[in-house]
């Protein structure tokens, strides 16, 4: 049973607009989340976090927003590039060794 | 650092066949993991190490076996391959917590993609 869940398998924006991926948990005892970007034929790389006490945190172009109460957290982009076409997965762990992925969302930045 | 390698890149197997996924990494990391991906759902953890001599299970670990003999190498075996281990599967670790961007931080390699008949 997926505790992680990107429901928009695919997402298309124009160049300089803003993106927004969402993400969605069952889990309350998740106490930390992870945002992931994956190109073809490479491994996920790590992008941007947040912790449950939080509920945004910035870095550069990229924002996190939780909502714990309706256990759902998105990512925002702005300005989308055409280098931001990708695989963005979520993430979120209760502390321990292990990570829950979503699914994946497909990026694709319009130029 | 070539960072987090893994080999091979494709593989085909038949049911019933053993094989030995590879992974190394050259950072001294002492965390690493092993995630299959599949159609529909997301990385799944099949299992991680801590450090050499110690691995433990993680959310799928049946039909695999690991070993961590060394800090660099985390080999993953299947032992007897079957249709549903056909799968992308990543290997990653992670650096020790003061060169960490974040507590949760992997690193990961590029994938191997394994198709069982």
Known sequence: ?111 | NAGVTQTPKFQVLKTGQSMTLQCAQDMNHEYMSWYRQDPGMGLRLIHYSVGAGITDQGEVPNGYNVSRSTTEDFPLRLLSAAPSQTSVYFCASRPPKEARRDPYEQYFGPGTRLTVT
């Open chain 1, 1 to 111: 049973d997926q505790q992680v869940k990107q429901n928009s398998p695919s997402l298309s924006v124009q160049e300089g607009r803003i993106s927004i991926l969402n993400c969605d948990y069952t889990n309350s005892m998740f106490d930390y989340f992870l945002w992931y970007k994956k190109y073809p034929a490479e491994g996920p790389t790590f992008l941007i976090s947040i912790s449950s006490i939080k509920d945004k945190n910035e870095d550069g172009r990229f924002t996190v927003f939780l909502n714990k109460s309706a256990k759902h957290l998105s990512l925002h982009i702005v300005p989308s590039q055409p280098g931001d076409s990708a695989v963005y997965f979520c993430a979120a762990t209760t502390g321990a060794n292990n990570l829950f992925f979503g699914t994946g969302t497909r990026l694709t930045v319009i130029p």
